[in-house]
């Protein structure tokens, strides 16, 4: 009898050894999993940014990023950095929806409800 309880303990510790070992593991991999889609996002990042000072930039899911400004879940939507040369300015833009009002958005006034407003910005520091 003793024998057997000894064995159920030792099968006990290895299914919780076992145990650790999986959740570990799935640690490990929902890390990976984030790395890889921050490593996505910085790729089409680099492949979206331009050089020669044009933007070209398609907003997906128009919708729905609309419907979050309404409700004030997003105020704005940024491009991705395009430059006016290899060593010029850094520049953005920035799509804000007419529902949200920041010091920026003076030019929202009548907050119309298919308005928009583009703003063109620079990073001051870069490229100096």
Same mark, same amino acid.
């Given at each position: ?31 990976? /999993? =984030? ?9 089409? #990042?680099?492949?979206? @940014? *331009?050089?020669? $000072? ?13 419907? /979050? =400004? ?9 491009? #991705?950095?395009?430059? @006016? *040369?290899?060593? $010029? ?40």
């Amino acid at each position: 009898m003793e024998a057997l309880d000894r064995q159920r303990q030792l099968e006990r510790e290895l299914l919780d050894t076992m145990d650790r070992k999986v959740r570990n593991q799935d640690r490990l991999l929902a890390m990976k /999993d =984030a790395t890889i889609a921050e490593l996505q996002l910085r790729l089409t #990042s680099l492949e979206q @940014t *331009s050089y020669d $000072g044009t933007l070209l930039w398609r907003i997906t899911d128009f919708q729905n990023k609309r419907q /979050d =400004a309404v409700s004030g879940r997003v105020t704005s939507i940024y491009s #991705s950095p395009f430059f @006016t *040369s290899r060593t $010029g300015k850094m520049t953005f833009t920035r799509v804000s929806h007419c529902f949200q009002q920041s010091t920026l958005d003076t030019y929202c006034i009548h907050h119309l409800p298919n308005h928009v407003s583009f703003f063109y910005m620079y990073h001051p520091q870069h490229g100096q």
